[in-house]
């Protein structure tokens, strides 16, 4: 099944401990970014990938990283969270051929 | 910076109700504009997918519009049932590779 998988689906952390969500599809998509999800905000892009070893800045980049060391994954690094990155995060993907979106389920973060 | 606008934020109709959603974006400048379904804490559901060089696409119940020189998206929901309920969001597609989501509207379809 295609499809765009991201884990943990929740977590809980305290500030200061690095953490990384992990983002894996199998549809051999070339693009690749991630999103945060904030109420009153809506959904907003923190990086996008647009192949192997490139990325780029989105809305809000500040507080993340991130790497594309394969064509598959995409992780999200917060090398030092804080209580602002608490809010849901969605990974998605695409093909260079075509400009729709798949989503990932999403990743709910809570940093105390 | 491109500006995506969704009304009404929240809307309720009895089941059986045609809907229309609506969408406006300020800079026309767009590669596509997609619409997407959001479950209660679920991830997004691509909808429709209209390019920049089309009128309109249509799956199902339903249809959605795009006129890109006002900078307007519709989506029409036909014989609305209660499985409609969700929020819908709509994005366009900009240069550099930017998808600017609008807020959403929090359809509720009541039987």
């Known amino acids: 099944e295609a499809q765009v998988t991201q884990n943990p689906r929740y977590l809980i952390t305290v500030t200061g401990k690095k953490l990384t969500v992990t983002c894996s599809q199998n549809?051999?998509?070339?693009?690749m970014s991630w999103y945060r999800q904030d109420p009153g905000l809506g959904l907003r892009q923190i990086y996008y990938?647009?192949?192997?070893?490139?990325?780029d800045k989105g809305d809000v980049p500040e507080g993340y990283k991130v790497s594309r060391k394969e064509k598959r994954n995409f992780p999200l690094i917060l090398e030092s969270p804080s209580p602002n990155q608490t809010s849901l995060y969605f990974c998605?993907?695409?093909?260079?051929?075509?400009?729709?979106?798949?989503f990932g389920p999403g990743t709910r973060l809570t940093v105390l | 910076k491109q500006e995506v606008t969704q009304i009404p934020a929240a809307l309720s109709v009895p089941e059986g109700e045609n809907l229309v959603l609506n969408c406006s974006f300020t800079?026309?400048?767009?590669?596509?504009l997609q619409w997407f379904r959001q479950d209660p804490g679920k991830g997004l559901t691509s909808l429709l997918l209209?390019?920049?060089?089309?009128r309109e696409q249509t799956s199902g119940r339903l249809n959605a519009s795009l006129d890109k020189s006002s900078g307007r998206s519709t989506l029409y929901i036909a014989a609305s049932q209660p499985g409609d309920s969700a929020t819908y969001l709509c994005?366009?597609?900009?240069?550099?590779?930017?998808?600017?989501f609008g807020g959403g509207t929090r359809l509720m379809v009541k039987p």
């Open positions: 998605a993907s695409r093909t260079s051929g075509s400009n729709e979106q798949f």
């Open positions: 549809m051999n998509h070339e693009y």
């Open positions: 990938s647009m192949n192997v070893e490139v990325t």
């Open positions: 800079d026309s400048a767009i590669y596509n």
């Open positions: 209209i390019q920049s060089s089309q």
């Open positions: 994005a366009v597609s900009s240069a550099g590779n930017m998808l600017t």
